[in-house]
């Protein structure tokens, strides 16, 4: 084996690669922009959603108003919780059409029974729970009924002489101890590893299809196995070009949830998603962290160009894509949304041990025991995938497998 | 020169080549003719190291496939019968990349280069992307690779395969100009007159065995047969009777 034919072999393939517009949407645009939208889409777009509707003033119909003017009026002028007041021929059909989000049904001598302190009558919210902004009205019906039941409650006791305090005795609030770097690595936490670990896992796999199955079906392997270098030559050079495309979409996907945290409060000021999503972490931590994607990518690159180069063609090789998303991402969810194991086995599983650390160091804990088995178990791990890949390159059987 | 000695290869129980044996002396033009699945493409894969014989061995140059496969490919240059260029790579980024890889120096390709493409008429289309290429055009940039590095053995496998007539005749006119070289070339066909009009001797192959061997008028008198098509019918009818 020369380094010069690996070398060869390597630039060969990263220039074909750079020039497969497929590869370079899922190396570059997908992680680039595509990550950060889907991790913070849905989140943005719920978070403005309930912003929007709590600012927004959802139309109500209130049945027999005339029994409860104290309350209809504090409805009317809440600014906090806006609501606004409507009349509806036939209230129901209305709500079950969507034109109004709530109706309130006022009991007949409401007000009478409020005031002589009968407490059997009751008021009858009607809702339509598949309705979201249904939903937003009823959240602020109750905040003004509950008010209003205070003040009732208040009125009473001021009556009877008792000072309205006896309704406080005491008063409390939770601060957050936890330094930035914990709160927002702990958001954080539940999805950068998987998504880390899993663009390490599958980022460079269109490129190792490509250059084993692809080349298989193109008839081009033929061409590279006359050729003089040493099979393990090849076998090295193309490794080196899935472990390289598979780190340079890992790396951009990092580098798009970075851009997005830094950039988002600017682009978007007023939302809270920022308040808690911070890409707020340590320069060691971050080194680290890069190091456990390299070495997850490289143990990845080796054993899935192992599986490809035994595959047949692109269709088979893209088969067992899918079934090595599904091996990747099952370690990779329990760990995301389980606590950190503490047993060092658990450090022997191949990704859960990485995205693992990767939850560790995003929440500021270097564990040097956890890296050190992380590390060298998934170096074991990637030698025995080149071993298995050099041999696999080596037999005929597989190379030319009907 | 090539000596195949009693070589032989399984697939499990097939037997696709069944212990031939022959030999093809330096500036010989030789062919191997066959019918489809006669067993020329396995035969030529054990001459180009890609398959490993089952027994038997090859010996190129006195060099043995078998125990020093590496050597043996610096001395080959294989045109097979897909052509095997990366699309994605112009003509010439091919053609360099096996140069590179047969550790030729860069002056050393510019200059075959420049040897090569004007006969051939690749300079045309040689910074053309090989994927955008008619067959036609493949196939010469193909031929352009294995010859790069100017070897004293080159392996043809079906070299006009697909190819429209004028593309052919270019084609074998190029492998019929090293009939005045030294150069050792295996021609493997199952086109009867591109091995009547190139090859010096035939071996006519069928079932993996050697049916006859020799130059076509050996070929007439051992089959009592005027022309290459009733002599390979006749001869193949042999064999399959006898086996």
């Known amino acids: 084996m020369h380094l010069k034919h690996v070398g060869l072999v390597w630039g060969k393939e990263l220039l074909d690669t750079i020039r497969d517009r497929r590869t370079l949407i899922v190396m570059v645009v997908v992680p680039l922009l595509l990550m950060p939208l889907l991790v913070f889409g849905p989140n943005f777009l719920r978070i403005s959603q309930e912003e929007s509707k709590a600012k927004q003033a959802q139309s109500i119909a209130i049945i027999n108003s005339q029994e409860a003017p104290k309350l209809v009026e504090m409805i009317r002028s809440d600014t906090e919780d806006p609501l606004r007041v409507v009349d509806a021929a036939d209230p129901q059909a209305a709500l079950l059409k969507g034109d109004i989000a709530a109706v309130l049904v006022v009991p007949q001598g409401f007000s009478q029974s409020v005031q002589s302190e009968d407490s059997s009558q009751k008021l009858v919210i009607q809702r339509d729970v598949s309705n979201s902004n249904s939903t937003a009205a009823v959240d602020k019906l109750e905040k003004i009924l509950d008010s209003y039941r205070r003040d009732v409650v208040r009125d009473r006791l001021v009556q009877r002489g008792i000072p309205a305090e006896v309704l406080d005795p005491f008063s409390y609030q939770s601060v957050n101890v936890a330094p930035e770097q914990r709160v927002s690595g702990f958001f954080l936490s539940l999805l950068l590893p998987l998504f880390l670990v899993l663009y390490a896992a599958i980022g460079g796999a269109q490129t190792a299809i490509d250059i084993t199955a692809g080349e298989k079906e193109r008839g081009t392997l033929e061409s590279l196995l006359v050729a003089p270098p040493s099979r393990t030559s090849f076998v090295l050079g193309k490794f080196l070009t899935i472990f390289t495309v598979s780190l340079a979409a890992t790396t951009l996907s990092l580098a798009g949830f970075a851009l997005s945290l830094t950039f988002g409060p600017q682009l978007f000021p007023n939302s809270q998603l920022f308040d808690i999503f911070k890409f707020a972490i340590g320069g060691s931590e971050l080194a680290l962290l890069f190091g456990m994607t390299a070495i997850v990518s490289a143990m990845m690159s080796a054993l899935t160009f192992a599986l490809y180069i035994w595959t047949r063609n692109f269709k088979e090789a893209q088969t067992y894509t899918t079934y090595m998303s599904f091996l990747v991402m099952i370690p990779a969810f329990a760990v995301s949304f389980m606590d950190p194991p503490t047993n060092f086995q658990a450090f022997l599983i191949p990704i859960y041990n990485a995205t693992a650390v990767i939850k560790e160091l995003l929440m500021g804990e270097i564990n040097w025991t956890h890296i050190a088995i992380t590390f060298a178990s998934s170096a074991i791990y990637a030698t025995i995938g080149l071993i298995l890949a050099n041999r696999m390159f080596n037999n005929e059987k597989v190379l030319f497998r009907q | ?243």
């Open chain 2, 1 to 243: 020169m090539i000596q195949v000695t009693d070589l032989r290869k399984e697939f499990g129980d097939f037997v696709a080549v069944d212990g031939i044996t022959f030999e093809v002396k330096s500036g010989e033009i030789f062919s191997l003719l066959g019918p489809n699945g006669a067993g020329k493409t396995t035969t030529l894969r054990m001459l180009t190291t890609i398959f490993k014989p089952t027994s038997g061995d090859i010996a190129m140059n006195g060099i043995s496939v078998t125990r020093e496969p590496e050597k043996v490919r610096t001395q080959l240059g294989v045109l097979a019968e897909a052509t095997g260029l990366y699309g994605r790579l112009t003509v010439e980024e091919n053609v360099r990349y096996f140069a590179r890889l047969r550790d030729m120096q860069e002056d050393q390709i510019k200059q075959r280069i420049s040897e090569i493409f004007p006969p051939l008429g690749i300079d045309e289309f040689a910074e053309k992307r090989a994927g955008n290429l008619s067959k036609g055009m493949k196939q010469k940039a193909a031929l352009a690779i294995a010859i790069i590095h100017n070897p004293p053995v080159i392996l043809f496998d079906e070299p006009t395969s697909g190819l429209d007539v004028m593309s052919a005749r270019q084609v074998l006119e190029f492998i019929e100009s090293y009939k005045k070289t030294d150069k050792t070339v295996i021609l493997s066909t199952h086109l009867m007159h591109e091995a009547e009009r190139l090859c010096d001797r035939i071996a006519i192959i069928n079932k993996g065995k050697i049916a006859a061997i020799g130059t076509f008028a050996e070929l007439q008198k051992q089959s009592g047969q005027k022309g290459l098509e009733e002599i390979f019918v006749k001869l193949v009818q042999e064999v399959s009777h006898a086996s």
